[in-house]
C-alpha cells in the first residue's frame, strides 16, 4: 500500500468525522443513562446541554462542525430555567443548534396539569346562583410540597377567563379619585354581591396602561362603594401623574372591572382559585369535559435563560422549531402592577414640588421601573437566533434580549397568547436610574446592537396587561425590524425608544420597514400602529401598513389615537412611504432633524401589498 494511498484514506477519515456536526438527541421518554443517539435518547434538556459542552470541553473531533441538540416531539417539564452559559458557546464554524426533530414538535413548558375534577354538588357559599350546580372543583396542584399559586388557568391549550365583572366592555367608571385619603370611590352595583375584598383585585383603565389592584377594604354605603388597595401599589398609584386615572374627562371618567372573587364566577369559561381552602373552580365551556380535558396552570416564570458577560459572552447558539409555552409571574399577586407604559412597572413614582431635572428643566415628574419577565431571556450574547419557534400561552413577554446582545435574529417565529409585550429587545432603564434620564454607557458593549427582527407574526399579545405592546424596543442600535405582521393587540404595535428626552443616547440608525400591523388599539388610546421616543438620529421607518385602529368605548379621547406617532424627544427620524387609510400621525415635542414624506393612502399599493409576512411565511398566519 502506497503512502499517497495512505495518505489520501487518512484525509477522506478526517472529512468524514468533520462533515456532520454531533447529534446529540432528546426524548420525553429516553433515560439520561442513555448515549444520547436517536435510538437511545437522553431524556432531560439539562444533560443534553451538559454532554454538549463537554464534548467542547475536550475538543472532540465531531464538534468541528458543529453541536446539534435534537429534541423529539412531546413535553418536556421544566422545574428551573435551562440555563446557556458562556462555555456553551460555539462559533461560527460550530455552532450549538437546538432544534426540533423533524416533523415534531417538543414543548419547553412551565405548566403544571390539574387532575382530579369532579363536579360540585352541592351549594357553594358566594358563587351565584346561575353557576350553582354548572362548576367543577379540584385540589390546587402541589409543587415542592406547597400548594401553587397562579393567574392563569388553560383547558385544551384556550386560556380561561378569571372570574370578573362585568363580562363585556361596557365597563363601570369611577364616580371620584381622592389621592389625599387614597380611596376610589365606585358605583356599588359594580361589585355586585361582592361585600369582603377577600382575593379581590380592580383592574383600572388609565389612558395608555391598566394597573392591577389589591383591594384592601371595601364598603358599600347606599349607591356607592368606597375601595383602598394594598400596599405597595396604592402608595404608588395614588402619587404618580402619569398615566393617572380621569375623573369627567372628554369620554367620562376611568373605566375598571373586578376580578378573583367567587361571587363573580358567573358564565361559562370562567375560573376562580380559592387559596385559603388550596380548591379551583371553573365553569366549563360548551363541549368541555373536565374528566378527559388537558388542564394547564402556569408554575415557572422564565423557561429559557442565555446569560454571559460582557468579557465572556455566549455566542453561535441557535433555536429552531420549539415552542415555550405556559409561564407564570406573580408580581401582580404580590406587589399589584402600576406600569408607566410598555408594561414597565414603576417601582417608585412621584410628582415634584419644583420641577426640573439634570436632563429636562420642565420635568414635572420621576420615575423608577422594574422590567417584566420574560419566558425567554438573553443578556451578554451575540449570533443567537430563534426561527420558527413558538411562544405560547405565557402570563408576561415571550422573548426578551436585554442587555449585551448583537447580532442576533428572530424570524419567523409565532408570539401568541400573551399576557405581557411579545418582543422585548434593549435597555429601558436600570431599577436605580430615572427612566427619563438618556441611556449612554461609557461600555458600548452594553447595548443591543444589530439585532434582526423579521418575518415574526404576532397576535393576542398583552392581552392581561393592555399597556403592552407586540415589539418594545427600547435602547437599541442598528436595529432592524422588516416584515412583520402585529395584530389583536392592546396598545401600540411597534414601540421604538426610551427616555422622553433629546439628549444623545445609545439610540441611532434603527430601520422599522415593511411591517404589517392592524386591529391594534384594542382597549387603550394614545397610542400609534408604530410610536418613538428620544433622539435616535439616522432612524429611518418606511414601507409599513398601517389600519384598522380598534375602538374600545371607555377610552378617555377617542379621537387621540394614530397611524404613526412620534413622541417626547423623538429626533433625527425619517418616516417615508408608509401607507395607511388616512393621514392620522402626530409628531408630539419632537426634537429636530425629522422628516415626513409620503405617508399615507397615496403611497403606492405595491409597497402596501409588500408589507408583512413575506411569502415563505405566510404559512404562519395559518397556524402551521
Known amino acids: 500500500m502506497s503512502k499517497r494511498f495512505i ?24 433515560s439520561d443513562r442513555n448515549p444520547g443517539t436517536k435510538e437511545k435518547p437522553l431524556a432531560t434538556l439539562n444533560m443534553a446541554l451538559r454532554t454538549a459542552r463537554n464534548l467542547r470541553r475536550l475538543h472532540d473531533a465531531s464538534v468541528q462542525s458543529g453541536v446539534r441538540i435534537w429534541l423529539r416531539g412531546g413535553q418536556y417539564r421544566l422545574h428551573e430555567p435551562w440555563l446557556f452559559r458562556p462555555e456553551d458557546s460555539g462559533t461560527a464554524a460550530s455552532p450549538t443548534t437546538i432544534e426540533a426533530a423533524p416533523g415534531e414538535q417538543p414543548v419547553l413548558s412551565g405548566g403544571v396539569p390539574v387532575a382530579g375534577w369532579q363536579k360540585v354538588a352541592g351549594k357553594i357559599t358566594g358563587l351565584p346562583a346561575a353557576a350553582q350546580g354548572q362548576v367543577w372543583m379540584a385540589k390546587v396542584p402541589l409543587v415542592a410540597g406547597r400548594a401553587l399559586n397562579f393567574r392563569q388557568l388553560w383547558v385544551n391549550s384556550r386560556k380561561a377567563t378569571r372570574a370578573r365583572t362585568p363580562n363585556h366592555d361596557n365597563l363601570p367608571r369611577l364616580l371620584s379619585w381622592d389621592t389625599d385619603q387614597r380611596e376610589a370611590v365606585v358605583p356599588a352595583a359594580a361589585v355586585g354581591a361582592v361585600r369582603q375584598p377577600g382575593q379581590l383585585e380592580m383592574v383600572l383603565h388609565q389612558m395608555w396602561a391598566v394597573n392591577v389592584l389589591r383591594v384592601r377594604t371595601l364598603t358599600v354605603t347606599g349607591d356607592k362603594a368606597r375601595v383602598t388597595f394594598h400596599e405597595p401599589e396604592s402608595r404608588i398609584q395614588f402619587e404618580h401623574p402619569w398615566p393617572r386615572p380621569i375623573i369627567d374627562g372628554k369620554n367620562g371618567s376611568s373605566a375598571f372591572y373586578l376580578t378573583n372573587a367567587a361571587e363573580l364566577l358567573d358564565q361559562p369559561g370562567e375560573w376562580f382559585l380559592d387559596a385559603p381552602r388550596g380548591q379551583i373552580l371553573y365553569w366549563p365551556r360548551p363541549g368541555e369535559n373536565l374528566s378527559t380535558a388537558q388542564v394547564i396552570v402556569p408554575a415557572l416564570q422564565t423557561l429559557v435563560r442565555v446569560a454571559g458577560s460582557l468579557d465572556q459572552p455566549v455566542s453561535h447558539v441557535q433555536f429552531k422549531g420549539l415552542t415555550f409555552a405556559y409561564t407564570t409571574w406573580l408580581r401582580p399577586s404580590e406587589q399589584g402592577h402600576v406600569p408607566l407604559q410598555a408594561g414597565l412597572f414603576m417601582l417608585d413614582a412621584y410628582s415634584l414640588q419644583t420641577p426640573g431635572t439634570p436632563d429636562k428643566k420642565d420635568l414635572e415628574n420621576q420615575a423608577w421601573l422594574g ?33 449585551g ?49 423579521e418575518n ?19 435602547y437599541v442600535r442598528q436595529a432592524t425590524i422588516r416584515h412583520n405582521e402585529i395584530a389583536q393587540v392592546p396598545y401600540t404595535g411597534i414601540s421604538l425608544g426610551w427616555g422622553w428626552t433629546k439628549t444623545a443616547n445609545a439610540m441611532h440608525g434603527n430601520r422599522v420597514t415593511q411591517n404589517y400591523i392592524h386591529h391594534y388599539a384594542q382597549h387603550t388610546y394614545d397610542v400609534a400602529g408604530i410610536y418613538t421616543l428620544s ?29 404613526l406617532y412620534l413622541d ?57
Do not use: M
Not at 456 to 464: M, P, S, V
Open 7 to 30: 495518505y489520501a484514506l487518512l484525509a477522506l477519515t478526517l472529512l468524514t468525522s468533520v462533515a456532520h456536526a454531533a447529534d446529540i438527541w432528546v426524548a420525553p421518554t429516553g
Open 371 to 403: 422590567r417584566p419577565p420574560a419566558a425567554v431571556e438573553l443578556s451578554r450574547a451575540h449570533h443567537t437566533g430563534f426561527t420558527r419557534c413558538r411562544f405560547l400561552h405565557l402570563a408576561s413577554a415571550g422573548l426578551d434580549y436585554q442587555s
Open 405 to 453: 446582545t448583537h447580532d442576533d435574529a428572530v424570524t419567523g417565529c409565532t408570539f401568541r397568547d400573551i399576557a405581557g409585550n411579545g418582543i422585548q429587545l434593549g435597555k429601558f432603564s436600570d431599577e436605580g436610574t430615572e427612566t427619563h434620564l438618556p441611556y449612554n454607557p461609557t461600555d458600548p458593549r452594553e447595548i443591543c446592537t444589530s439585532e434582526v427582527l
Open 568 to 624: 417626547e424627544g423623538s429626533s433625527g427620524i425619517t418616516v417615508q412611504d408608509n401607507w395607511c387609510p388616512t393621514e392620522k400621525f402626530l409628531a408630539n415635542a419632537n426634537g429636530p432633524n425629522n422628516v415626513w414624506t409620503n405617508n399615507g393612502p397615496r403611497v403606492s399599493d405595491a409597497i402596501k401589498q409588500a408589507a408583512g409576512l413575506e411569502p415563505a411565511y405566510q404559512d404562519l398566519r395559518a397556524g402551521k
Open 535 to 563: 433622539a435616535q438620529p439616522g432612524t429611518v421607518i418606511s414601507e409599513n401598513r398601517v389600519e384598522e385602529i380598534g375602538r374600545a368605548p371607555y377610552v378617555h379621547d377617542p379621537d387621540h389615537w394614530f397611524y
Open 456 to 474: 415574526n407574526l404576532l397576535t393576542d399579545c398583552g392581552n392581561e396587561d393592555w399597556g403592552c405592546v407586540g415589539i418594545a424596543a427600547g
